[in-house]
């Protein structure tokens, strides 16, 4: 979630800008869709009902 912390220095934003700067044909791009004090069944409609539907190649879930 990385609150208090500027989104550029959260972890997913800073390994995005490391990856897109190592210059490969395809660019990265990290979605951020944590929201504090969810429960496991929100968690799980976030990631069927937001997640999913992006079409994701790699979901980490932390």
Same mark, same amino acid.
């Given at each position: 979630?990385?609150?208090?912390? @500027? ?8 390994? @995005?800008? @490391? ?30 009902h937001r997640a999913l539907p992006a ?8």
């Amino acid at each position: 979630m990385g609150t208090g912390v @500027e989104i550029e220095d959260i972890y997913h934003s800073r390994i @995005e800008v @490391e990856l897109n700067h190592r210059g490969t044909p395809l660019p990265y791009e990290f979605i951020n869709y944590a929201v504090g004090s969810y429960y496991p069944d929100q968690q799980l409609a976030t990631l069927r009902h937001r997640a999913l539907p992006a079409n994701p190649n790699l979901i980490i879930f932390q």
